[in-house]
């Protein structure tokens, strides 16, 4: 929100109030958009003090709009010698994920340190039961613990806000166990503040879509195994590079990819040129079948097997 009465130094972090709409306070009385700035202000002050008090501070970083915001934080108000950002590095995470992890944590400054964490290994995981986050993130903290501990890094968190705390995630229980604390959520920042704060701060992901584990894609009880995630991997990667935005999911079903994306661009990718472009980008990935979801994009959504059409030459 660009015409908000306050703008933020990219950076220091700083927060200036701007235009005629405040009393002597500088308190703002009127303000147009979603959010409330002064909100805003107290919130990200807190943040500020819960991360000043614990003195040195370790991320798990996915490069997401929340872990990228809280890295940004972590860096102004502790300094690079007191902050850290390990990413995990895992077939269950699309390829350009790592590589945008990567470059958000080198374009914010903050010092990084890549390590795999190998959840498949765990058969657990791999059974894909409706708890699969549990175990996938018991092996993420796990790894990510001793290696915040052997270079001084007591306090590790993660970037789960405020509104995460109302939606099933089985995957908080692993972070409670392994004493992962989450500052965005202790404060009370939601998903659109932060996404606020870092267009303020002029970060060009502040509007990135979520880009949950590629097992995401699977329906529970069909097992995590490599080769299925590398084809949700390659059937995603190749729909991007048709220039699909928003928000996008190819749904494993065996031989059928089962694609959703927003619904406001759905109408120009069911039919000629468009779809058939969609039909090759799934099956350069191994499926044989495509069917573009008519409901659009649903987080979490896990349909059951519903008439796809074949493809040509399968």
Same mark, same amino acid.
């Given at each position: ?84 950002? $390990? ?106 503040? $932060? ?120």
């Amino acid at each position: 929100m660009s015409h908000a009465p306050a703008s933020c130094n990219a950076r220091t972090g700083q927060w200036h109030l701007r235009g005629d709409k405040h009393d002597s306070l500088g308190t703002i009385v009127v303000l147009s958009g979603y959010v409330s700035v002064m909100t805003l202000i107290g919130k990200e002050q807190a943040l500020i003090a819960w991360l000043t008090k614990r003195r040195r501070v370790a991320i798990g970083f996915s490069g997401g709009v929340d872990s990228a915001y809280l890295a940004a934080v972590t860096l102004e108000a502790l300094g690079r010698d007191h902050s850290l950002a $390990i990413i995990g590095r895992s077939e269950s995470l699309a390829g350009r994920e790592e590589d945008h992890a990567a470059v958000v944590a080198r374009a914010i400054g903050i010092p990084i340190y890549q390590v795999d964490t190998g959840e498949l290994s765990d058969p657990r995981y791999a059974a894909n039961p409706s708890n699969r986050c549990y175990f996938c993130k018991s092996v993420l903290w796990d790894t990510l613990r001793p290696i915040a501990t052997q270079r001084g890094f007591e306090t590790l968190v993660d970037g789960t806000n405020a509104d995460d705390l109302h939606d099933f995630r089985p995957g908080a229980k692993a972070a409670t166990e392994q004493g992962v604390e989450s500052p965005l959520a202790a404060v009370g920042l939601t998903k659109p503040e $932060i996404r606020q704060l870092t267009k303020e701060r002029g970060w060009p992901w502040w509007d990135r879509p979520a880009a949950p584990c590629l097992a995401s894609r699977l329906p529970h009880g069909t097992a995590v195994t490599a080769e299925r995630l590398r084809q949700v991997d390659v059937a995603e990667s190749g729909i991007r590079d048709l220039g699909v935005k928003g928000n996008l999911r190819v749904r494993h079903y065996g031989e059928l990819a089962k694609v959703e994306m927003d619904l406001d661009i759905l109408p120009r990718w069911r039919e000629g040129a468009a779809f058939a472009a969609l039909e090759a980008a799934v099956r350069a990935a191994g499926f044989t079948r495509l069917e573009l979801d008519a409901r659009g994009f649903r987080s979490g959504s896990l349909n059951v097997l519903d008439g796809g059409a074949a493809l040509p030459g399968h």
